[in-house]
């Protein structure tokens, strides 16, 4: 039986499925770079009238790379999350589209995989929390008020798919509270979280 892996491993690992990196591996020769996924704009086909108010564009919008990459690091690595949102202080907001309607921001992604510290850098610089965010920081009492005020985000889905239940889990012991409240509301099967610290 193989050994299990370890965080860095299955992060690693997951986040190349998450992308979906769709390269050939095996006809790229051994050594060689391998060719970087790039996204694609779904087809379009404007069956409505257009509306009747033109948006005016005051700046260039961020680089989708810069998002990309900014988001890849804010799941794992504090000093190049400072560093890009040093570069472009607008990342502290913006969300990637990987496809299929996951969008994802630095927030999000720091936040399902349970690092307080680089949640921490975001929230310094003026990201704007959200319901995934306060239960993996073991805010009970504000799931609670969002819960309250709409019922069905109980089942609602973060980036990837992840729940509320596996957010408050990924929070470890500080969101031990929120994660029991949770479970009060809809308990479900708690499978071993892979981000969760040992």
Known sequence: MSDPLDRRSFTALSAGFVLGAAAD???AP???PRPRAVPAEAPFDMDYPAPNF???WRRPQINRRLVQDFVVYAHMDPVMTGRLLDKEPGLVNAYMNWGGDDWESGLGAASH???RDIVGVM???GARPDLFCAAMLGMTDVVRTFLTLQPKLIDAKGPH???L???AQ???REAEATLEYLQSVKRIELRPNPFLKK
Do not use: K
């Open 113 to 115: 995989m349970g690092r």
């Open 54 to 56: 033109t948006p005016s």
């Open 170 to 172: 990924v929070g470890g």
């Open 161 to 163: 798919g992840f729940t």
């Open 165 to 167: 239940h596996f957010h």
């Open 123 to 125: 929230l310094d610089r």
């Open 30 to 32: 051994e050594g060689a």
């Open 25 to 27: 591996l095996t006809a």
